[in-house]
């Protein structure tokens, strides 16, 4: 679980011999681990130079399930109308601590797209899923996790005040789904929605990604619709 734990940290990979520094185990038992995980499907080995990285396959274990059918199950169909209909990448993500995770995605067939990989992590500041997760979550945790992250700035929009970003995330529930524009990285728009259980607790977020030239800022409530009724298929099929 440790070298898990250390290769989720290191998404480009870590060699043998930095493992077994950073862990303070002997080559020889971090080796035989590393095997097995290879074995099982949850680490890669590449071989020039030999390094060693995650799967996908703990997402695939970890993502929620709705009795007998995961989540990704219930959001495929939604997600391939979405993508049609917008024409653009789109992404489920989870909360996990203080981030988000894409654990699944539908790229965009145009030729010029944005790529993601699945596993990848983002913050709950900077980003329209991340804010989402963020808005949703019951007002004081959203406070209380509010001061414990850092608000750093990646572009001129991201927002770094708390103050601002709890309007933004008041902002978010009353229109139902969140935006950025640019905020993360320049050139990037997105909008999101969140998925939510029976109870309306937040499960996950669903989200497209653009470039700006062909989504831009006058799109974003047209595209917010389309997210929002994706979202809604997304729940009908958890909560048969």
């Not at 095997?35 to 680490?43: H, I, R």
């Not at 024409?87 to 489920?92: A, K, R, Y």
């Not at 991340?130 to 990646?154: E, M």
Request: aromatic content about 4%; hydrophobic content about 35%.
């Amino acid at each position: 679980m440790r070298i898990l734990e250390s290769l989720s940290a290191k998404p480009h990979g870590v060699s043998l011999a930095e493992i077994s520094l950073e862990l303070k185990m002997p080559k020889n038992s971090t080796l035989r681990l590393l095997q097995t995980l290879v074995s099982c499907g949850y680490t890669l080995r590449d071989e020039s130079p030999p390094r060693y990285r995650l799967t996908g396959k703990l997402l695939k274990i970890g993502q929620p399930h709705m009795g007998e059918i995961s989540l990704v199950e219930c959001s495929l169909n939604p997600m391939r109308t979405l993508r049609d209909r917008i024409g653009e990448t789109v992404q489920i993500g989870i909360p996990t601590g203080d981030e988000g995770v894409i654990i699944e995605k539908l790229e965009s067939t145009s030729a010029i797209r944005i790529g993601v990989n699945i596993g990848l992590r983002f913050g709950l500041h900077n980003n329209a899923p991340g804010k989402v997760l963020l808005a949703y979550q019951p007002t004081s945790q959203r406070d209380a996790t509010i001061k414990r992250i850092k608000l750093n700035r990646f572009t001129n929009r991201t927002i770094t005040r708390a103050g601002e970003l709890k309007k933004e995330c008041d902002r978010i529930r009353q229109q139902g789904y969140g935006v950025d524009w640019g905020e993360a990285d320049e050139g990037i728009h997105c909008v999101a929605a969140p998925i939510q259980d029976r109870s309306e607790a937040l499960i996950a977020t669903i989200w497209v990604s653009g470039i700006a030239s062909r989504m831009p800022q006058d799109t974003f409530e047209r595209v917010g619709k389309e997210v929002i009724r994706a979202a809604a298929k997304i729940e009908e099929g958890i909560h048969r």
